[in-house]
Structure formats: structure tokens, C-alpha cells
């Protein structure tokens, strides 16, 4: 129980006690804050917003300006070739890279090589690809040119000019020109180059090669020969040649004409005992590839017969005068291990009056789709062959 419920407790005032008006004190009202200091609130608010949006639109437009310069759009291109000088700063480099469309912007270019470690400038020729990411230009920059390796295949069968070309078309960097007079060029050193030869034509082996950017085209031309040889000594050229009482070079002439005429492996054997065949007899060679050698394949056939060139083995016998194209590994195994001449008891000899007098294959002509061969012993033999491949629509 409190006080005021003690029984006499007066609730009422002393009589002497003054009313203020605050003794009557009713709802109290909600206090207003001031109108001024509510704008500035807003104000700040909507500025502080404006300043956000604003920085988000700068850095939005920042980062797609940027992206643009450092990977343009669309695919990227093909590679192609530039060059760095001896004299080339990262100031000359990045302008010439902006001219040359490899790069959008070379201030943009410099800026990003200086934030990624810088670049040591290597003079060389290099392949950049055009239209890429400013990350790939400067990751092949830094790849020195000696490092830098693109595959160039030279089938077997192709010739000096072929090669050439196929050099030119993989690498326009390189010359057709220039490897052409190094291949023809008496300078490049030459262990199985024939007397009083400068052509390479024959000595250059077909395959595939890893060229650097820092390779010129005589080196181009140096590796082949270098590897010719090593080819030839693995196939013991200069010893089965000596067996076959030929040189290395002669041998290199037959391997061409057996890589020209022949499309399957198991042909290539019996079609160097054919020329060895015919050598031997002193018949002529007869071998159509010779003719296209230094004549226009367009011409007919029957019109290249008739053309007096020391490649025309229709009219001067013996072997022709070079190579006719640069031999694979097969086609100078078989000219060193040509087939045995067939058996008298084999089928193909029995058209002979006496087998056992000697067999030689002499002829061959196409006879499937597949390239494939028909042999034969006799003239007789052999028209019979010409005729079914003329049938077969082969000829």
C-alpha cells in the first residue's frame, strides 16, 4: 500500500499552492525536426546515389573500352608474318604493331606489357595472329624466333620446284625463289651429288620438317640434303650400290623413277628389277614419268614421245641425266634390293618357249583402281595387260 491509500490522506493541494501552467499538462505534441535540416539529408542522399551511378557507368565504360583494345571483336585470324629490327624499341614495336592491325592501340599495348613483367626484344622473324587477345601477341613476342616452329611436309615424289612452292605457301616468310637457287646452287655441300651436277634435284629428302623463324632457306635446303644422307646411310647406299655396280647417285636417279611410277609398296621391288632388266639388255627405258619432268603435263602423251630432251627415255637410252623427283625411304630401299626375277615354274613364265632360260620382267602397266601393277616377261604379255587396262578404263 502506498502513501496516497493511507486512510486521512489528503489528494488534495496546500491552499497556498500556486497552479502553473504546466501543472495542467495535457498531450504532449510530436516534436517537428526542422525543414532545412531535412533537405540537406536529401540532398546528400541523392548525391551520394548520383555518385555511385556515376562511378558504376565510368567503370562499366572503362572495362568495355579496355576489353575492346586488348581482344578485339570477331574471330581471330589467320598468322601472319612480322618482322623485329635490330633497332626496334617497345615505343617502335608497338607502333609498328598498331600499323600492321595487330594490336588496336599501342598505348594500350605498352601499358599492358609493362604491367605483365615487360619484354625483352629478340630481332627475328615471328608469326603473330591477327585479330587476338593483346596476351597472345605479347606471349609470342617473347618467344624467341629460334624457339618458334612451324611443320612443313614435302610429300615424296615432289620435285625441286614443288617444294618450293609448298616451302612458300606454309611460310610466306620464305622465298620460292631463293630456296630454288639454294636447291640448284653448287655451293650446298653434297656427299652423293653426281659429277658435274649442281642441281640438288633427287638429294632432298621428302618429309616432314620442324622450320624455325630463325631458318633462312638455304638452311631449309642444308637439313634436307643432311637428312638424305643420313638415310642413305642407314640404307647402306654406298655399299649395295657398289654391289649393283651403280653409284649413290644412280641410285638416286632409279629411286625417283620408281617413286613417280609407283602407287603401292609391293610394286616398288619388281619395278626396279625392270629397269635393272632393261639396263642390263641396253633396251630402253620406256618410263612415261621421265617425259613430264621438264614438260608441260598438258601436252599429250603422244606429243611428249616425240620431243627430243635428254629426259625422253622413249628415244636415248640409258638412265636420264638426274633425278626426276626427291625418292622417299621405300623407293630407295627397292632401287638398292630390287625383286628376284620370277621362277621358271612361276605362271608368268610360261609363255616363254623355255622358262628355264631366263624369266626377266621386263613390263609393267597399270592394272586396278588401287594403282596396283600387271608384270609381264614378253611384248605379247604385256599388250595383254595394256588391253584389259584399257578396258577397265585405267589408261
Not at 571483336?73 to 600499323?99: H, K, N, P
Not at 629460334?146 to 625441286?160: L, S
Amino acid at each position: 500500500m502506498s502513501l496516497l491509500d493511507e486512510p486521512g490522506f489528503d489528494r488534495r493541494p496546500p491552499s497556498d499552492w500556486a497552479i502553473d501552467d504546466w501543472d495542467e499538462v495535457g498531450e504532449v505534441p510530436a516534436v517537428e525536426p526542422l525543414r532545412q535540416q531535412t533537405r540537406i539529408m536529401k540532398w546528400v542522399v541523392w548525391i551520394a546515389f548520383a555518385l555511385v551511378a556515376m562511378l558504376i557507368i565510368v567503370a562499366g565504360y572503362v572495362g568495355w573500352w579496355y576489353l575492346g583494345q586488348v581482344k578485339p571483336d570477331g574471330e581471330t585470324g589467320e598468322q601472319v608474318a612480322f618482322t623485329v629490327l635490330e633497332t626496334d624499341t617497345i615505343d617502335s614495336l608497338a607502333a609498328r604493331l598498331e600499323a600492321e592491325g595487330l594490336v588496336v592501340d599501342q598505348s594500350v599495348f605498352k601499358w599492358y606489357v609493362e604491367r605483365k613483367g615487360g619484354l625483352e626484344i629478340t630481332p627475328g622473324f615471328y608469326t603473330l595472329p591477327v585479330n587476338d587477345h593483346v596476351g597472345n601477341v605479347l606471349s609470342r613476342l617473347r618467344t624467341p624466333p629460334a624457339q618458334t616452329y612451324q611443320r612443313v611436309t614435302f610429300p615424296e615424289g615432289f620435285t625441286i620446284d614443288q617444294m618450293a612452292d609448298r616451302l612458300a605457301e606454309t611460310m610466306p616468310r620464305l622465298d620460292r625463289d631463293a630456296f630454288a637457287a639454294a636447291a640448284n646452287s653448287p655451293s650446298v655441300p653434297a656427299r652423293f651429288r653426281g659429277p658435274g651436277q649442281a642441281s640438288l634435284e633427287g638429294l632432298l629428302f621428302p618429309d616432314t620438317y620442324q622450320v624455325s623463324n630463325a631458318d633462312n632457306e638455304a638452311q631449309v635446303v642444308e637439313r634436307m640434303v643432311g637428312l638424305m644422307e643420313r638415310v642413305g646411310d642407314q640404307e647402306e647406299i654406298e655399299t649395295k650400290a657398289q654391289a649393283l655396280g651403280r653409284t649413290p647417285y644412280e641410285i638416286l636417279v632409279i629411286a625417283s623413277m620408281i617413286e613417280k611410277e609407283a602407287k603401292l609398296d609391293e610394286d616398288r621391288a619388281k619395278i626396279a628389277r625392270v629397269i635393272y632388266n632393261r639396263l642390263y639388255l641396253g633396251m630402253l627405258l620406256q618410263i612415261d614419268a621421265t617425259l613430264y619432268y621438264e614438260g608441260d603435263r598438258d601436252t599429250p602423251f603422244s606429243i611428249l614421245r616425240q620431243q627430243d630432251t635428254p629426259y625422253n627415255t622413249y628415244l636415248y637410252p640409258g638412265l636420264p641425266p638426274t633425278p626426276i623427283a626427291n625418292p622417299g625411304r621405300a623407293s630407295i630401299r627397292a632401287a638398292l634390293n630390287p625383286a628376284v626375277n620370277p621362277a621358271s615354274g612361276d605362271p608368268i613364265c610360261q609363255v616363254l618357249p623355255d622358262p628355264t632360260k631366263g624369266c626377266l620382267y621386263l613390263y609393267y602397266v597399270l592394272a586396278n583402281e588401287d594403282g596396283g601393277h600387271a608384270f609381264a616377261v614378253t611384248p605379247e604379255q604385256h599388250e595383254a595387260n595394256v588391253e584389259a587396262a584399257r578396258a577397265a578404263g585405267l589408261l
